[in-house]
């Protein structure tokens, strides 16, 4: 397995413009020199998805299924070296890695089993409506540093599916698993369907105004998703954008505190709280408030902290400085204005490390309450009656996903009705998978990943009415 990393450009694996180093979020060491892309090398990748989408467009549904399943294949063979990487990239522990790494072969496989059909609209006597789908052309994925390999496979295996080519770009944190699938990706895919640029935060802007790239899949934060689709809108591109959330779990008075505790923790402090849709911010039914506080603080206490190599390692490092300093902040500011029931300060080590944070006792205005702290710190808030927690619970900006745990599913899914997220669980958190659709609503996002619907972003519909000249 090289360690000297390439860009992917018109089928070649290329050098830089330059470089920049990546850093280890468990030492704050330099993990590697990754390859920077400038704009000349960012117009010969557009320019090479652009050469290669006709020809790409003409291959059959069957023939492209093939292929994604080969790029699945090849990661899958490879699958111990990517987990190392992601771990060593993104901080997160190895047996999360080795999960990330099998839900970005599952994801492609799924989409690999996908096929478009044309749907007959009218279909009636010398008259016949067809709304037959087509690929859009070169789109561009642009990803974060959270999941940098499966949130990349929730983009390529529609994109390619549908006939469209790409330029992907990943975070300038965690891009080495990206470059590093682009050694399989060059193997298989004919030169230009899929090429790859790395950079330190400045080819965003050129790829979502570039007159060639017409869609734009994004997932990132709220703030750079609006730049995306205000950048977009000057050539009218199709946008996908899954951005931030800030999920509530509500938890009624029938939950059984410990198994609520152990149910919420895992979906607040997965990936040391940095999911789109993990846990933010938990409301728990007062009679059962204080058991819950014990046993999720036990649990909290409980985490092994450490780099994500280490046997047995359940929260690793926060990914970035700047995201553990933003994390940090939020802490102190809660630390002060609430019960800190474990955790409660980032560890005095080389490092991003945050304990696992429980707070109690803060009211909804509280910055950790109302904004999304991406990290391992969870606010626990107190609630009485039904009515009282939809309306907190809904009184965000954000819509991307909630949880509601309940001992009577009926009682818990009438509730789930009501609370205004793209997605709302019952008893369970964190279940995303590649057939359901996902989206966020408000400021959480535009469009669909994932599903019939996410495959379908990645066409224009295309209608043919026909009627025979005697009719
Ligand atoms: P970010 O918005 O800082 O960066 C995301 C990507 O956008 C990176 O590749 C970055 O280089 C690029 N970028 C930066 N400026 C750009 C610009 N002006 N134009 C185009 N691209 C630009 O996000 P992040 O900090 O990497 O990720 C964390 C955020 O992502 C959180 O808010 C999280 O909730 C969100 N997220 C959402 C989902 C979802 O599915 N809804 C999933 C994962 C993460």
Redesign the pocket.
């Known amino acids: 397995m090289s360690v000297h990393y390439r860009l992917l450009i018109g089928g070649q694996l290329v050098d830089g413009a330059s470089h920049f180093e990546v850093m280890n979020p468990a030492t704050e060491t330099v993990l590697a020199t990754c390859p920077k892309a400038d704009g000349s090398q960012l117009e010969a990748a557009v320019r090479a998805a652009r050469d290669a989408f006709p020809a790409w467009a003409d291959t059959t549904q069957e023939a492209r299924a093939a292929l994604i399943q080969a790029i699945a294949d090849g990661l899958l063979s490879r699958a111990e070296a990517f987990a190392h990487l992601l771990t060593a990239e993104q901080g997160k522990p190895l047996d999360q890695a080795h999960a990330e790494v099998m839900g970005t072969v599952f994801t492609l496989k799924a989409f690999a089993e996908m096929r478009i059909a044309d749907k007959v609209l009218v279909d009636e006597p010398g008259h016949r409506v067809i709304e037959h789908r087509t690929p859009l052309g070169v789109c561009a994925a642009?990803?974060?540093?959270?999941?940098p390999l499966v949130?990349l496979a929730n983009k390529l295996g529609p994109c390619l599916m549908a006939g469209n080519t790409m330029v992907a770009?990943?975070?300038?944190t965690t891009p080495l698993t990206t470059l590093l699938l682009g050694e399989i990706l060059a193997d298989i895919l004919p030169a230009g369907v899929v090429n790859i640029i790395a950079?330190q935060?400045e080819l965003?802007?050129l790829?979502?105004s570039h007159p060639d790239v017409m869609k734009v899949a994004?997932?990132?934060?709220?703030?750079?998703?609006k730049?995306?689709m205000a950048?977009a809108a000057g050539t009218v591109k199709r946008v996908t954008l899954?951005?931030?959330?800030n999920d509530a779990a509500i938890v009624l008075d029938d939950m059984p505190p410990a198994l609520a505790a152990q149910k919420v923790y895992q979906g607040a402090m997965t990936n040391a709280g940095q999911?789109?849709?993990a846990i933010k911010r938990a409301y728990v039914h007062d009679s059962i408030h204080d058991a819950f506080c014990e046993e999720i603080a036990r649990l909290a206490q409980a985490a092994v902290v450490d780099e994500g190599t280490r046997q047995g390692v359940t929260i690793g490092p926060v990914q970035n400085r700047m995201?553990f300093e933003k994390v940090s902040a939020l802490l102190a500011d809660a630390r002060g204005k609430g019960q800190v029931l474990a955790g409660g300060a980032p560890l005095d080590r080389p490092g991003y490390f945050i304990p696992p944070t429980i707070i109690a006792g803060l009211d909804d205005e509280a910055p950790l309450v109302r904004e999304?702290q991406?990290g391992p710190v969870l606010p626990v808030l107190r609630f009485t009656d039904i009515e009282e927690v939809i309306a907190r619970a809904n009184a965000s900006d954000y819509g991307?996903a909630g949880t509601i745990w309940s001992r009577d599913v009926a009682r818990a899914t009438d509730i789930a009705r009501r609370i205004n997220t793209g997605t709302v669980w019952v008893n369970q958190h964190l279940a995303i998978d590649p057939r359901i659709p996902?989206r966020?609503v408000m400021q959480?996002?535009l469009g669909a990943?994932l599903g019939e619907a996410g495959l379908l972003e990645y066409t224009q519909a295309h209608i043919i009415n026909a009627v025979d000249l005697d009719r």
């Open positions: 642009i990803t974060p540093w959270n999941f949130l770009k990943p975070a300038p950079d935060n965003g802007p790829l979502t994004f997932t990132g934060s709220t703030e750079t998703g730049k995306v950048s899954e951005l931030g959330g999911i789109c849709v995201q999304e991406f991307l996902f966020g959480s996002g990943e």
